[in-house]
Antibody, heavy 116, light 106 residues
Framework: EVQLVESGGGLVQPGRSMKLSCAAS????????MAWVRQAPTKGLEWVAT????????YYRDSVKGRFTISRDNAKSTLYLQMNSLRSEDTATYYC?????????WGQGTLVTVSS | VQMTQSPSYLAASPGESVSISCKAS??????LAWYQEKPGKANKLLIH???TLQSGTPSRFSGSGSGTDFTLTIRSLESEDFAVYYC?????????FGGGTKLELK
């Protein structure tokens, strides 16, 4: 059974950093592109970043370019999202997803709240 | 690519059939997916490539369309189908989602 379990969310002040992790199991992690998708409170889904199966290619939405970094450790079957210079508009539940184009599996999400 | 879903809210009864529209601001070929969101559950990919059912998706779900206009149809609604549905294009970066359609029990 495919499982994606996010961790690392919480309350953070504007301008500070936070790193999210996603532990994957139930499939060969190193074979798949992975992505982060977020959802602000009472809002819709918004793609954040994607990484290729081997980490050689990464893609970001414009609003997070230069601030967020997606990475992966295939030996640990873990996906990461390093978030720097956080803003109030980054407040959202962040979902780890499997896929580079469509997202076949999703985690339950981890809530990031950016507030002073 | 902007994705526009309609309606935003839809009320129906079990046994009825419903359709949700998704329009792209430019042609996306058939590079469209549909997702189901339910409280306390992981989001579920229902359909990809416009009309291909993901493994495990009940056959009462169907997708159609290509280019800019797409439709998700659910025949003979069951109680478990009341949820929020999103379309998503993956024809080009950035992938973009529709605003969602909340299907409620009438």
């Amino acid at each position: 059974e495919v499982q994606l379990v996010e961790s690392g969310g919480g309350l953070v002040q504007p301008g500070r950093s936070m790193k999210l992790s996603c532990a994957a199991s139930g499939f060969t992690f190193s074979n798949y592109g992975m992505a982060w998708v977020r959802q602000a409170p009472t809002k819709g889904l918004e793609w954040v970043a994607t990484i290729s199966y081997d980490g050689s290619s990464t893609y970001y939405r414009d609003s997070v370019k230069g601030r967020f970094t997606i990475s992966r450790d295939n030996a640990k079957s873990t996906l990461y999202l390093q978030m720097n210079s956080l803003r109030s508009e980054d407040t959202a539940t962040y979902y780890c997803t499997r896929g580079k184009y469509s997202f076949a599996y999703w985690g339950q999400g981890t809530l990031v709240t950016v507030s002073s | 690519v902007q994705m526009t879903q309609s309606p935003s809210y839809l009320a129906a009864s079990p046994g009825e059939s419903v359709s949700i529209s998704c329009k792209a601001s430019k042609s996306i070929s058939n590079n469209l997916a549909w997702y189901q969101e339910k409280p306390g559950k992981a989001n579920k990919l229902l359909i990809h490539s416009g009309s291909t059912l993901q493994s495990g998706t009940p056959s009462r779900f169907s997708g159609s369309g290509s280019g800019t206009d797409f439709t998700l149809t659910i025949r003979s609604l069951e109680s478990e189908d009341f949820a929020v549905y999103y379309c998503q294009q993956y024809n080009e970066y950035p992938p973009t989602f529709g605003g969602g359609t909340k299907l409620e029990l009438k």
